[in-house]
């Protein structure tokens, strides 16, 4: 019964900025790894960036460090993504997932997460 629900997703121009949210129920969202992935079309589903389990560390895939930011706010079960100076190479659909027991190992394995929401759609114009 584990449901997530992304938003935030649009249109913007090169160098811009878009915040996703992601709203949880049915989970353990204070413990579960909280993950954001991001897929273009005919592509694979590629890691962006997550919280690992309880200990509130964070960890960002090499093309988006310095550019975004994952947060959460736990009184509202609700995971961000803050996406700033938007590149065209940054399109495609995200989507949050989360999952009770992941190791670090497979942190940026999409398919070793159990739920995912159904995305939002990120373009962004050159």
């Known amino acids: 019964q584990v449901q997530l629900a992304e938003s935030g997703g649009g249109l913007v121009q090169t160098g811009g900025s878009l915040r996703l949210s992601c709203s949880v129920s049915?989970?353990?969202?204070?413990?579960?790894?909280m993950a954001w992935f991001r897929q273009a079309p005919g592509k694979e589903r590629d890691f962006v960036a997550a919280?690992?389990?309880?200990?509130?560390?964070?960890y960002y895939a090499d093309s988006v460090k310095g550019r975004f930011t994952i947060s959460r706010d736990n009184a509202k079960n609700t995971l961000y993504l803050q996406m700033n100076d938007l590149q065209p190479e940054d399109t495609g659909v995200y989507y949050c997932?989360?999952?009770?027991?992941?190791?670090?190992?497979?942190?940026?394995?999409?398919?070793?997460?159990?739920?995912w929401g159904q995305g939002t759609q990120v373009t962004v114009s050159s």
């Open positions: 997932a989360t999952d009770p027991s992941i190791i670090l190992s497979s942190l940026f394995n999409a398919r070793q997460y159990d739920y």
């Open positions: 049915g989970s353990n969202f204070r413990r579960d790894t």
């Open positions: 919280f690992f389990r309880s200990y509130g560390r964070t």
